[in-house]
């Protein structure tokens, strides 16, 4: 049984930081390329971060570049969101996502809250 099960949502301040956390068991993780999604409230999901299996590679939507970065720890079955200089139109709802293209596999953990407000 596959789980992708996020952490590390919360309440920030405008201007902070925080660290998302996502651990997936149940699968070859370094067999899947893995991306964050996140949802606000009356807006379509949005693909805001993704990194190839090896970690090689990453994307960015425009709207988190240079602020956000992926990173995965295969060792450990776990990729993570580095979000700093936060604001209110960050607040949504952040999803992982793992997918393998190969075997047009893909699953997705339940999500996390977050929300930037004063």
């Known amino acids: 049984q596959v789980q992708l099960v996020e952490s590390g949502g919360g309440l920030v301040q405008p201007g902070g930081s925080l660290r998302l956390s996502c651990l997936a068991s149940?699968?070859?993780?370094?067999?899947?390329?893995m991306s964050w999604y996140r949802q606000a409230p009356g807006k379509e999901r949005e693909l805001i971060a993704t990194?190839?299996?090896?970690?090689?590679?990453?994307n960015y939507a425009d709207s988190v570049k240079g602020r956000f970065t992926i990173s995965r720890d295969n060792a450990k079955n776990t990729v993570y969101l580095q979000m700093n200089s936060l604001n209110a139109e960050d607040t949504a709802v952040y999803s992982c996502?793992?997918?393998?293209?190969?075997?047009?596999?893909?699953?997705w953990g339940q999500g996390t809250q977050v929300t930037v407000s004063s």
């Open positions: 149940g699968l070859t993780f370094n067999n899947y390329a």
């Open positions: 990194m190839t299996t090896n970690g090689g590679r990453t």
């Open positions: 996502n793992a997918r393998n293209q190969y075997y047009k596999l893909e699953f």
